[in-house]
């Protein structure tokens, strides 16, 4: 929530200069000055406030003074600059600064037509990407509004980008900088090989990177080691903002940032993330392919008995069923990011009851209404047993081999492999593996996709955050359903909020994530589920679209806790 407007005046040099002038001339002038300060304030306020109530007509009176590309470069961008500082001070949350950036959206959109064409308000051009095989955009996106709206012009090649048509499109539109984004651990190992490839041309354009997965010490300490020219590590939208201003006085600093730390965020896809990390805090290299280190996991634990063998589609997910399985905490501070900030507990939480709990309740109900979100799942169970870092998956027949997987293990600490986990084909007992694969549906996309193209910024943080985290409760609520055909629920969490934090038994790990980070197992995985039962495909780059789908391997075993392979 905005402060009063009263607290965020800016001085306005020309003004000024008019005051003066004025000063001892007719009251007729004089008052058309003062006129003239007091649209430019309210202009500055609306930008501040997010208010487009009345926009119109405010330009239309401070056009009798200025020309419109001076309201843009001086009153609007200048309340832009104070949203950007409200922001990052912790006084402005997200949502709000989006609803900033809509009103500048629309009060340029309005002032174009009275601009020469050959006018330019551009301060600088960056080229942004997800990369290749990332199908995530909303980080993306974020970073294009916030810039769009602070005078610079962004290049969005949108998801699943080469390299080579990042370069090609900074070439062409003689970009300042590269923003690279992407969501899941692969993506990192893709931002590392573009890098180098740029490396070997001798390309020295300023890269900003951002993303889930990312940390700022991977950036500071590997990448930038692969990389001749700056590069740098954005943990917000504002960050990339505050790289192009540096980059176009010609000061952008590249060096570590000692101490630097950035508020946690648990989306759902960082909480893997994040809860892999205190589980093993002290992963090193991963084990080579091959290499057999066994740990101390038990392997006498009871197998459960599946209701089925094979594959199920589920159509029909009540969506308040779904609804009642979003981690909240998730969805406001890490998709919405409303966080505390500079607020104090009693503000923060009035905050909470009386803007953004109201926003969630219209929400979902608009989402039941237009039928926005539809939340389908296909899954089974299959006989499975594992050999070294293989998991063997069996035929119908219980004998002849279907696939298998294999996956890494940690070189040392507890040397754990997702195999450890299942009986060993020496045990002479046959184990179960459950597969599930969750879509909220391809008109969640469609819709925020929507949402993004009409400049409706806050609309499109706020439905993307709640589809997303949706397939997050979707896959929650599933695998509840898997723990109780296979009888294992009952020491499940009496308290939804701990099913988050793993109050379980067993454990479901997603394929790209730190315990299988291969995304080429999805292939696998489709040969078992076929996701296309549900309107889920698979892109080139082994990634889900739509990109509101997850889908998980659900280990049994009480041991079982999500680790680290990295």
């Not at 930008?47 to 590309?69: H, N």
């Not at 985290?469 to 939804?496: S, V």
């Not at 995304?519 to 078992?528: S, V, Y």
Request: charged share 25%.
């Amino acid at each position: 929530m905005s402060p009063a407007p009263t607290a965020h005046k800016l001085v306005f040099d020309p003004l000024t200069a008019l005051m003066a002038h004025y000063a001892a001339h007719t009251p007729q002038k004089r008052e058309a000055v003062v006129r003239a300060a007091a649209v430019e304030d309210r202009l500055k306020d609306r930008v501040i406030d997010g208010d487009k109530v009345g926009l119109q007509a405010d330009l239309d009176e401070a056009l009798k003074t200025y020309s419109a590309l001076d309201i843009i470069n001086t009153v609007l961008l200048g309340g832009m600059k104070v949203v950007g500082e409200l922001f990052g001070s912790g006084q402005m949350q997200l949502p709000f600064v989006l609803q900033s950036a809509e009103v500048m959206k629309t009060a340029v959109a309005y002032l174009e037509q009275f601009m020469d064409k050959a006018a330019s308000t551009s301060k600088g051009v960056m080229v942004l990407a997800t990369v290749k095989g990332d199908v995530h955009d909303i980080g993306k996106n974020l970073v294009d509004i916030i810039l769009t709206n602070n005078g610079y012009k962004v290049i969005n090649l949108g998801i699943k980008c080469p390299v080579e048509t990042m370069l090609h499109a900074a070439e062409e539109h003689k970009a300042h900088a590269i923003g690279m984004s992407g969501l899941l651990v692969k993506s990192t190992l893709i931002m590392k090989e573009n890098l180098a490839v740029m490396s070997e041309r001798n390309i020295t354009i300023p890269v900003i990177l951002g993303g889930a997965a990312l940390t700022r010490r991977y950036v500071e300490q590997d990448l930038r080691a692969v990389y001749t020219g700056p590069v740098v590590y954005a943990n917000d939208a504002f960050d990339g903002l505050k790289y192009m201003e540096q980059i176009g006085k010609g000061e952008l600093s590249a060096t570590p940032q000692a101490g630097a730390e950035d508020e946690e965020v648990l989306t759902g896809t960082e909480a893997k993330i994040a809860l892999a990390e205190q589980e093993d805090q002290r992963y090193r290299d991963p084990a080579p392919a091959g290499l057999t280190l066994h740990s101390t996991v038990r392997k006498d634990v009871p197998v459960p008995v599946p209701p089925f063998w094979g594959v199920r589609v589920i159509d029909d997910v009540p969506l308040d069923q779904v609804f009642a399985y979003i981690n909240e905490v998730a969805l406001i501070r890490g998709q919405w990011q409303v966080r505390k900030g500079k607020l104090n507990e009693t503000e923060y939480r009035l905050l909470l009851q009386e803007k953004v709990a109201p926003a969630l309740a219209q929400l979902k109900d608009q989402v039941r209404r237009e039928r926005l979100l539809q939340p389908k799942v296909v899954y089974g169970y299959f006989r499975c047993q594992s050999s070294g870092n293989d998991l063997i998956i069996y035929a119908d027949d219980g004998r002849s081999e279907r696939l298998r997987f294999t996956f890494p293990r940690q070189r040392d600490d507890r040397h754990l492999c997702l195999t450890d986990y299942f009986a060993d084909v020496d045990s002479g007992r046959m184990d179960v593996v459950a597969f599930h694969l969750v879509t909220m549906g391809r008109v969640a996309s469609e819709h925020s996709a929507q949402l993004f193209a009409a400049n409706n910024y806050k609309e499109y943080l706020y439905f993307h955050g709640l589809s997303v985290e949706c397939a997050e409760a979707l896959a929650e609520l599933w695998h509840k359903r898997i723990r109780e055909e296979l009888g294992i629920a009952g020491k499940d969490a009496p308290d939804i909020r701990r099913l988050f934090s793993q109050g379980y038994q067993g454990s479901r790990y997603s394929f790209g994530y730190p315990a299988c980070p291969n995304l080429e197992d999805q292939a696998k995985l489709f040969r078992l589920l076929d996701g296309e039962q549900i309107g889920v495909r698979l892109t080139d780059e082994f990634s889900l679209e739509p990109e509101q789908s997850t889908n998980a391997i659900v280990v049994h075993h009480p041991e079982a806790r999500y680790f680290n392979i990295k």
